[in-house]
């Protein structure tokens, strides 16, 4: 799993004294204490969402949407929110699933359309079960932007895609495995992947949100920064939005899915990004809506690896806030940090996203967090 930020770990830590029922002044205290925090700690603006028995009971933004202008975060701006973008490839992987339109133990080479197989274990099967959970031995280190670093008829190195290790006896972190797996989608589905994910998890739980850049509001962007250690400034990183328009104007179905970035592609603001964390905490259904099954949302939040604790685009951690033990994600990216947890039981979650900030860790932590995080608590 991901490390957390600062930022992350500082709201995470606030958000609990919300949670704990503390008053007014004691909220005000933690806030005006996150925004001296920032000042500390090159922050150019962070958006939080806290969620307790279903219900959306505290949003707040700080800092600035943008540097240039000093335009102010505010609470309906959107974010490309990184890795926790994963969750909603496999949730709509478990609607396909319920469908009967596959299984997670097919062999990823029969749905994708041509052959993945490690060459170390030609006769171990890769499934999408494996693919969803990071355990299928592939890697990103020919890419992952194209299908073609994984294809043998487009990749003559494509051999270096996969570990030592064979499929389902080992973990790594792989953004391929979820591309590969928007392209699947498309292929079962015969919808486009930003477009199926809007229509049958979005659009049935009323978020704005979405993949396409040109399919959104633009004004709406929050700009993201990465810190740049030698000049110790947050610099802007454009990238993290670019439409890749002439790509998808010349889009193939169940091919060219890596433009839309099924991995990381998701832009949508806090407050939204909140509601999705409500549906999977309620085992799959918001406010009257069902999204997946019970057994579906289970099966994602069930950790496969007990080294990273990591299900199906659900981690499990007790690192965050003492005594509790919360199932989401991370994003990291562009100097974007993004983080989506919740407790199952007790039913309570965060988000938490910041567009740009120091990225000092220790123990996983940022080290301002180690020393003030009693103080939080």
């Known amino acids: 799993m991901r490390r957390i930020s600062f930022l992350s770990s500082v709201i995470l830590f ?17 806030e005006s204490c996150i925004s001296e925090m920032m000042q500390q700690s090159k922050v150019a603006g962070l958006s939080v969402a806290v969620v307790k028995h279903s219900r959306l009971i505290y949003t707040r933004s700080f800092g600035l949407k943008d540097l240039e202008s000093k335009a102010p975060l505010s609470n309906d701006c959107i974010f490309r929110i990184v890795s926790i973008s994963k969750s909603f490839s496999a949730t709509s992987i478990m609607q396909l ?37 990071h355990r299928s031995s592939i890697n990103d280190s020919e890419g992952y932007f194209t299908l073609d670093a994984i294809n043998p008829d487009k990749n003559t190195n494509w051999a270096k895609c996969y570990n030592d290790y064979e499929p389902g006896k080992g973990y790594q972190y792989c953004n391929l495995n979820y591309n590969m797996t928007g392209a699947i989608i498309e292929k079962i589905s015969g919808e486009r992947f930003d477009q199926y994910v809007k229509r049958h998890i979005l659009d049935p739980l009323q978020l704005y949100g ?90 994602m939040q069930t950790q496969l690896s007990e080294e ?43 988000v938490v996203i910041s567009n740009g900030c120091h990225p000092g860790y220790s123990d996983g932590f940022n080290t301002v967090i180690r020393k003030n995080g009693g103080m939080l608590v």
């Open 14 to 30: 606030s958000v609990f004294i919300i949670l704990s029922g503390k008053s007014y002044s004691q909220q005000s205290k933690v």
């Open 97 to 133: 699933v319920e469908a009967k339109k596959l299984s997670l133990d097919d062999d990823v080479s029969n749905l994708v359309g041509f052959k993945v197989r490690n060459p170390k274990h030609p006769e171990t099967v890769i499934t999408l079960r494996m693919m969803l959970s």
């Open 210 to 299: 979405g993949y396409c850049v040109d399919s959104l509001d633009k004004t709406l962007f929050a700009s993201i920064y990465e810190y740049n250690a030698d000049s110790a400034k947050l610099i802007a990183s454009p990238g993290a939005y670019n439409p890749r328009s002439a790509e998808i104007a010349n889009y193939t179905m169940g091919y060219s899915t890596p433009v839309l970035s099924p991995t990381g592609g998701m832009k949508i603001s806090a407050t939204d990004l909140a509601r999705y964390m409500t549906m999977h905490m309620n085992l799959g259904k918001y406010m009257g809506t069902r999204i997946i099954a019970k057994k579906s949302a289970l099966v």
């Open 308 to 350: 990273e604790a990591y299900g199906l685009a659900i981690s499990t951690t007790d690192k965050l806030i003492p005594g509790k033990t919360m199932k989401g994600h991370t994003g990291v990216a562009y100097g974007l940090y993004s983080a989506m947890f919740f407790h199952p039981k007790e039913k309570f979650g965060i």
